[in-house]
């Protein structure tokens, strides 16, 4: 199993930017793909990017041109990189990996979440 640690989050004001990120304990260079979720108080958790192993990048639309998803397979860390951030951004966000345990087997590993909270 893969533990995943996430860093980053706290309270900005919004326009603003946070930097999140997401440290796997192992090495990330084969996994299938890594991304991050989130989920607000009262509804469901929801995709908001997510990065293959030959770094293809899908954004949900509400943060497309906001928020930017980055891997560095030599540290085992995921990046999202969130700019202009709004009020409805607040949530708390997950760090998702997908890899392969054997050959037919995808296995998926979550993160503890850290809190995002864009408030003046």
């Known amino acids: 199993q893969v533990q995943l640690v996430e860093s980053g989050g706290g309270l900005v004001q919004p326009g603003g930017s946070l930097r999140l990120s997401c440290t796997a304990s192992?090495?990330?260079?084969?996994?299938?793909?890594m991304g991050w979720y989130r989920q607000a108080p009262g509804k469901q958790r929801e995709l908001v990017a997510s990065?293959?192993?030959?770094?293809?990048?899908n954004y949900a639309d509400s943060v497309k041109g906001r928020f930017l998803i980055s891997r560095d397979n030599a540290k085992n860390m995921v990046y999202l990189q969130m700019s202009r951030l709004r009020p409805e951004d607040t949530a708390v966000y997950y760090c998702?990996?997908?890899?392969?345990?054997?050959?037919?087997?995808?296995?998926?590993?979550w993160g503890q979440g850290t809190q995002v909270t864009v408030s003046s």
């Open positions: 998702n990996a997908n890899y392969w345990e054997g050959p037919t087997t995808l296995a998926t590993s």
């Open positions: 192992k090495s990330i260079f084969s996994f299938y793909n």
């Open positions: 990065i293959t192993s030959g770094t293809s990048t």
